[in-house]
């Protein structure tokens, strides 16, 4: 197989995973038991270019939110996905079972955080003090549960398939 198209399947088979795991939110599913905290985990690990990852993973999102409906705190949506790329890209060089679950656990906390605060700050259903922010982040526990386990499979999926397939690839 000549470089070209061996390139070629580097970048599509990347490309492809993340927009499989962006738009299985599309599919039915539990709340918060989608595979996007896992995509961004995963961006940094199977994209070389940081650029092509980000955009990769903010055009799937938006697509996908077409289709779902969009709603007034996607930019801590957005935003925590971006960390969470950004900061994984520099942590994941050598990665491993071990790393890519505390990643995971990391990721889904770090979402929950930015997440949540945006629907205390921007909604009228807390009062706009730290009790409310805490009652906030209280009566969302029961979706973090889903958001942990639903990043830590999908992760791990992305993981086992992206080094089966490259396996395949260089043999």
Request: aromatic share 20%.
């Amino acid at each position: 197989m000549n470089n070209f198209l061996k390139n070629l399947k580097l970048e599509i088979f990347p490309l492809s995973l993340i927009l499989v795991l962006a738009f299985s939110r599309l599919i039915p599913h539990p709340p918060n038991f989608t595979p996007i905290i896992a995509a961004a985990v995963m961006s940094g690990y199977l994209f070389k270019n940081i650029y092509i990852s980000s955009i990769v993973l903010l055009i799937s999102m938006f697509l996908s939110d077409l289709v779902i409906g969009l709603y007034s705190n996607f930019f801590f949506v957005y935003f925590s996905l971006l960390l969470i790329m950004f900061t994984c890209t520099k942590i994941i060089k050598d990665l491993n079972f071990k790393k890519l679950f505390l990643l995971s656990v990391f990721s889904a906390l770090i979402f929950f955080l930015i997440t949540n605060f945006g629907v205390w700050a921007f909604s009228n259903m807390y009062e706009k003090n730290l009790s409310g922010l805490l009652y906030c982040y209280l009566l969302a526990i029961p979706f973090f549960t889903n958001t942990i386990i639903s990043t830590i499979v999908f992760s791990y999926l992305a993981y086992t398939v992206k080094n089966f397939y490259y396996k395949k690839l260089y043999n």
